[in-house]
C-alpha cells in the first residue's frame, strides 16, 4: 500500500513559478513510476509529466515542456513538481499517482494509487 499526499498549491501571478511535493508512505514507494496529473474545472483529468523509479526516464505533456520539471527522491519518499513560466491555462487540481512503470503512469492506465490534490490558481 502506498498513500500519497500532495502539497504546495497556491495561488500565483502569471510567469510565477511553484514546487509541487508529493509525500508518500510505504517501503516501496521506489519501485513505482510515478506521475503528476491535473484537472481544470470542466475539463478532464490531463496527464502533466511522468518518472521511472529510478528518474531514469521522464515523460511530459507537450502543454508543459521546457516550463515544467518532474523529479523524486526515493530516500525521502517524495516526488516534486517544478513549475515555472506559469500561465493562466495551468490552473487545476494537481494529483500524483504511482503505477508500475512509466507507460502506464503516462496513459494513465490502472493506476494502483491517488493523491487527494493541491489547488494551483494562476492569475493573469
Known amino acids: 500500500q502506498v498513500q500519497l499526499v500532495e502539497s504546495g498549491g497556491g495561488l500565483v501571478q502569471a510567469g510565477g513559478s511553484l514546487r509541487l511535493s508529493c509525500a508518500a508512505s510505504?517501503?516501496?514507494?521506489?519501485?513505482?513510476?510515478m506521475g503528476w496529473f491535473r484537472q481544470a474545472p470542466g475539463k478532464e483529468r490531463e496527464f502533466v509529466a511522468a518518472?521511472?523509479?529510478?528518474?531514469?526516464?521522464?515523460n511530459y505533456a507537450d502543454s508543459v515542456k521546457g516550463r515544467f520539471t518532474i523529479s523524486r527522491d526515493n530516500a525521502k519518499n517524495t516526488v516534486y513538481l517544478q513549475m515555472n513560466s506559469l500561465k493562466p491555462e495551468d490552473t487545476a487540481v494537481y494529483y500524483c499517482?504511482?503505477?508500475?512503470?512509466?507507460?502506464?503512469?503516462?496513459?494513465?492506465?490502472?493506476?494502483?494509487?491517488w493523491g487527494q490534490g493541491t489547488q494551483v490558481t494562476v492569475s493573469s
Open positions: 510505504g517501503r516501496t514507494f521506489s519501485s513505482y513510476a
Open positions: 499517482a504511482a503505477g508500475d512503470n512509466i507507460v502506464v503512469v503516462t496513459n494513465s492506465i490502472r493506476l494502483d494509487y
Open positions: 518518472i521511472t523509479w529510478d528518474g531514469g526516464s521522464i
